[in-house]
């Protein structure tokens, strides 16, 4: 948080342009009572217009102080704060391990993240409810940082934060503060976590979700595709050729599958039908991919991140 942001902030700077706001409004309605406007149709109707915006944002101030009331609650700031820690735990150990521990719950929360539950005429009333409720945080979850998302993914199990057992204030609360402080660039994911997302990206229900292709792309754009920590067994060896002409993509996971899918389709299949064999130039060289089994197994087994690539040695002038 920069120093501007942190200073408007501040109550007091709140309240002093709150009064302020309030002072002008006072005379705006002496000036419509008092002032004998004279205005045509046209005006008339932009200044009940601009009337009604105001009226909207003065409702919109007065709900937010409420709230703010509710999150500030020393029982609402006690938990929320144990959660934060939870959550800031969880982080710590996956950058430490460069592991990610509960892969199902981060599975789970992702797909429900980016494909909540639809509403239907055959819900009963409570569950229409709980499941707007649920649509409405996972919009909220998918507006925060791309990094605050994945931590949040990565530390509560989506029973955790249900309407029916987090309270709005509290949730709201962990929403407020989950956003990292610091640089996000100083962050390094394990490669696993990458490889879930990708495969996620691949397979239903998330397969066409725009939002997430997007969300994705934010993540790489955010951390920088050099603080991807890459697995110990991602280097690979190809029998008969120099160590030194070999390269691993430890970067292949960040091609989206819409782009891959455009690659493949420029190249056909091998003679082995569970292998595939791309040409793509690289600068003044060509770089040789080999898929020795079918793409989608290599994406829901993860293999795809220790393809070799082996640059040819002349450029392209000879």
């Not at 915006?53 to 999150?71: F, I």
């Not at 955790?160 to 994911?189: C, G, H, Q």
């Not at 993540?219 to 110990?232: C, K, M, Q, W």
Request: glycine fraction near 2%.
């Amino acid at each position: 948080m920069d120093a501007k942001t942190s200073a408007s902030c501040d109550p007091t700077v709140i309240m002093t342009h709150l009064r302020e706001l309030s002072s002008q409004a006072a005379t705006i309605v002496r000036a419509l009572k008092y002032g004998r406007v004279q205005l045509g149709h046209e005006e008339y109707k932009s200044l009940e217009a601009a009337s009604m915006d105001l009226n909207k944002t003065v409702a919109t101030v007065t709900e937010e102080v409420k709230s703010l009331g509710r999150r500030r609650k020393d029982a609402i700031v006690a938990e929320g704060q144990k959660l934060l820690s939870q959550a800031e735990n969880v982080k710590s150990d996956m950058m430490r391990t460069n592991e990610l521990k509960n892969r199902v719950i981060f599975i789970r929360n992702m797909q429900l993240f980016f494909n909540p539950p639809e509403g239907s005429k055959l819900d009963s009333p409570p569950v229409q409810k709980r499941k707007k409720l649920t649509r409405e945080r996972c919009e909220m979850i998918r507006r925060l940082p791309p990094s605050a998302a994945i931590i949040w993914a990565a530390a509560f199990p989506p029973s955790a934060w249900d309407s029916n057992i987090m309270s709005k204030s509290l949730f709201d609360y962990v929403i407020e503060f989950l956003t990292p402080e610091k640089d996000e660039k100083e962050l390094r994911y394990p490669a696993s976590l990458y490889e879930i997302l990708t495969a996620l990206a691949a397979e239903q229900p998330l397969q066409n979700s725009t939002e997430f292709e997007a969300f994705l792309a934010n993540l790489y754009n955010e951390v920088g595709s050099d603080h991807i920590t890459p697995r110990a067994e991602q280097k690979s060896h190809v029998t008969g050729v120099n160590e030194a002409a070999q390269e691993v993509i430890e970067m292949a996971f960040l091609v989206p599958g819409s782009k891959m899918d455009r690659l493949l389709e420029l190249h056909s299949l091998s003679a082995n039908r569970h292998s595939i064999i791309l040409t793509i130039p690289i600068e003044d060289r060509v770089a040789t991919v080999v898929i020795s089994i079918p793409r989608d197994d290599a994406i829901r087994f993860g293999h795809q991140f220790s393809l070799p690539v082996i640059f040819n040695s002349n450029p392209f002038s000879s």
